[in-house]
C-alpha cells in the first residue's frame, strides 16, 4: 500500500498527548512533522483492531482541507500508527477552554466555516461518511488557525440500504439526542454535534459541566435541554 510506513522511518519526540487505548506523539518522516497516534498494545483486542482499521480505511480515502492529512500507517504489531500532519496549534477545546481565549466574531464564523466545509465533504462521500464523535477535542488547529476535522475510529461509512446506524457512540454531552433514544441515526448526528461545538465557542463554557453520562442522556432525550 502507498501509505504503508515502517516504524524504522520514524523519528519519535516528544509525547502531545495521551488516551486509553493510544498515545500521540510528535515525530518526524521523511522530514516532515508528523503526529503519530499509536495504539497501547497491551490494550489491543479484536474491537481496538477494528477501528485502528476502519480508521485507516476511512483516512486512506479522504483529502480535504479541513480535514487532517493522512500521512500513512504503520500496521507491523506490536507499532499499530496512524500517522497524520502535525497541527502545531493544538485542539480547538483547549483553545477555547485552557488558553480561555473568547473567540471573536469574525474568528468565529471562520472556525464554524471551516469545521462545515470539513462535515459537508464527509457527508457527501459515496458512501457518505458519518463521523460520530465530534467534538471540540476532535477539531484541531494548524500554524495559521484553519481547523481540520480529526480522529475517525468511531466513523462509518453509512448504509444506505440500512436507512439507519445504530449502536451507542460518541461522547455524551455531543452525542446526538437520538443515538441515545433510539440507537438509530444517520449523518444528522454530526450535525447536532456541530452546533454543541459552536455553542461551546460561543460560551465559552463547558457545557453539562458536573453531569455524568446517564444525567446528560436523561437531560438531552426526556427533558429536551439544549445549550443556551
Known sequence: SAHRISFGE????????????????????????VAVKRLKYQHLNDELMAKFTQELAILSR??????????????????????????????????????????????????????ANGLHYLHRQKPAIIHRDLKSQNILLDADGRCKIADF??????????????????????????????????????VYSFGIVLAECLTCSKLYAGMDAMQIAFATVYRNRRPT
Open 153 to 190: 475510529g468511531l466513523s462509518r461509512f453509512f448504509k444506505q440500504e440500512l436507512a439507519t446506524m445504530t449502536g451507542q457512540i460518541g461522547t455524551p454531552g455531543w452525542t446526538a439526542p437520538e443515538v441515545f433514544k433510539y440507537g438509530s441515526y444517520d449523518q444528522k448526528v454530526d
Open 10 to 33: 520514524l523519528k519519535i519526540h516528544e509525547v502531545l498527548g495521551e488516551g486509553a487505548f493510544s498515545v500521540v506523539l510528535r515525530g518526524q518522516h521523511r522530514g516532515q512533522l
Open 62 to 115: 479522504v483529502r480535504h482541507r479541513n480535514v487532517v492529512q493522512f500521512v500513512g500507517a504503520v500496521t507491523e504489531q506490536p507499532n499499530l500508527c496512524v500517522v497524520m500532519e502535525l497541527m502545531a496549534a493544538g485542539t480547538l477545546h483547549d483553545a477555547i477552554h485552557s488558553r480561555g481565549l473568547r473567540l471573536p466574531l469574525p474568528r468565529l464564523l471562520d472556525v464554524a466555516l471551516d469545521v
